[in-house]
């Protein structure tokens, strides 16, 4: 192991005006909402008068968010250490409050599942394809990090969880939260919880997208790579959709089981769209994309 270096006391300083230092001030303003200080008292209320499909609908979505906010909990550390490695301050900065937020999530969707009265085993609802995704693929991918912190590494593990888990599948679930209970105007403590959410994944969809951004325009042949990993994915996400909708033509909540994949194959899109901006690219115009062109609400 070579001599530290500090960087803090050395003319480097702090690189104040990049891209992963103002995600970090941003999530120390933004993101210290509290989970235990949301108000259940309608939601349980609402709760009473839904019918068996609509719960069973809303307990899919609310299973799968909760086991998937306690997964990229436990995931995340490898890749935190891998940036760590390379001595990149500003960025780990910012992943403390990426590892804090995702932490206050798991405990936000267990705090649902009590209010309304639901304390039940619901891993039914974690389908094949969804423990493909969440059993297997980001583990593996993320745990890989801990041996391997090679540029296609990250570059793997960056798409997993922060395109395709966060980008593509957690943007959907949003969508169907808001679709089925804002339309109806019920369970205003977990649309309460969930747009803090979506704030949150906002920073760190970002972030993973100036973290791929970085390593396609440090090495220009990860944009292929990156696009297939893509495309490897997409398959999954339209499945999971399949398996979420059982051929439905109507949701219980009254809408388009159609216009949920529709969403899920735009976020696909987006996802890679953003990042061809990287193409041909200094290093130094990465660091200072505006916020609002990475995406962050």
Known sequence: MGKRTMLTTSTRGLLEDSFPYRLFQMAKRLGTWNPADIDFSQDKKDWKTLNTEQKVDILRLISQFQAGEEAVTLDLLPLMMAIAKEGRLEEEMFLTTFLYEEAKHTEFFRLTLNAIGEKGDLSHFHTETYQEIFYEILPTTMSRLVTDQSPEAIAAASVVYNMFVEGVLAETGYYSFYTALETAGIMPGLLEGVGHLKKDESRHISYGTFLLQRLICEHPHLFD???????????????????????????????????IMN???????????????????????????????????
């Open 263 to 297: 969403f899920t194959l735009k976020q696909l899109s987006v996802r890679m769209e953003i990042l061809a901006r990287a193409k041909g690219k200094k290093i130094e115009e990465i660091y200072r994309f505006s916020d609002s062109e990475m995406g962050v609400l």
């Open 225 to 259: 790579f990156v696009a297939a990993k893509m495309g490897e994915l997409t398959p999954l996400a339209i499945r999971l959709n399949q398996e979420g909708t059982l051929g439905k033509e109507v949701s219980s909540f009254g809408g388009n089981p159609e216009d």
